[in-house]
């Protein structure tokens, strides 16, 4: 089975009514259109599923969601996602355009009136059990280490998707070296600080996280941790790496092979 990983979307609909706030992130709202090279690639490659790392769009306003499921339709492929802390945020409160301000469960709510669920699941794909942790506040839900070391103590090939990527002091070393003004209560689990070590360490092959916007790769405890850049190209900001999409071959020998494109 080949799964395409793709990082952040920050997808943010022409339609959405807080014109300010669309203004001040112009680089997210005008991003959209080079999301068709991120499409072409991933057509080119047919992979089986598609596994988004959160934050599909840049806040949450019922039009960024439909434009950013109009979007994933173009992949003509399935494909699931792990929330991110910009699926639930919303424009400063200072923009008079909007006029609700739903709370974060009512917004999860809205997603999954669209099909999308984002909490903790475990899905078996050909011999490789993929597990997508829901992280969005640099935290995880009360009872996520007892059902991450239930669920990796088979045999099968563990690999964990998770926007916000775990704390260990490998990443957070390597955060640091490439921007080292990142405030790690934000940029790692900080809030789930013993994560890697109760449920994750000798358990996981791969961890795969976004939420950085920039590419990187470092191992703990024999566990690699991958980060994915930017899905698609930023309009007039460049993030390293953006627009790259990664693809993990389940049927290779020995740990699953990864490609970065
Ligand atoms: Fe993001
Ligand atoms: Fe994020």
């Known amino acids: 089975m080949r799964i395409a990983l793709i990082g ?69 492929s399935p494909w699931l996602v792990t929330p991110g802390n910009h699926d639930f945020s ?5 923009d008079e355009a909007t006029t609700e301000r739903p709370e974060a469960k009512e917004i999860r709510r809205r997603w999954a009136a669209r099909g999308v669920a984002m909490g903790n699941r475990a899905i078996a794909c050909d011999g490789v059990r ?21 669920e990796t103590d088979g045999s099968a ?12 002091p490998e990443m957070a070393k390597y955060i640091l070296s490439v921007e080292p003004q990142r405030d790690l209560r ?11 070590d109760e449920a994750v360490r000798g358990r996981v092959e791969t961890v795969f996280s976004g939420h950085l916007h920039f590419p990187g790769y470092v191992t703990t405890g024999g566990t690699a ?24 071959d389940t049927k290779a020998q020995g740990p699953a092979t990864y490609r970065a494109l």
């Open 8 to 76: 952040d979307l920050h997808f943010i609909s022409p339609d959405d009514p807080s014109r300010q706030w669309r203004e001040q992130r112009r680089h997210f709202a005008e991003a959209w259109p080079s999301f068709a090279r991120t499409v072409a690639h991933v057509r080119r490659e047919s992979p089986d599923l598609v596994v988004f790392l959160g934050d599909l769009v840049d806040y949450y306003s019922d039009e960024n969601r439909d434009f950013a499921l109009n979007q994933l339709d173009a992949l003509k």
């Open 225 to 248: 941790m991958r980060l994915l850049p930017l899905g698609l190209c930023a309009f007039g900001k460049t993030y390293r790496g953006q627009g790259g999409i990664g693809i993990l």
């Open 90 to 94: 919303l424009p400063a409160e200072s």
């Open 186 to 196: 934000k940029y790692v689990q900080s809030g789930a600080p013993s994560l890697f």
């Open 130 to 150: 993929l597990l997508l942790v829901d992280s969005p506040n640099s935290s995880v839900p009360e009872g996520t280490v007892d059902w991450l070391r239930r």
């Open 157 to 168: 090939r563990n690999i964990l998707i998770t926007h916000v990527p775990l704390k260990t």
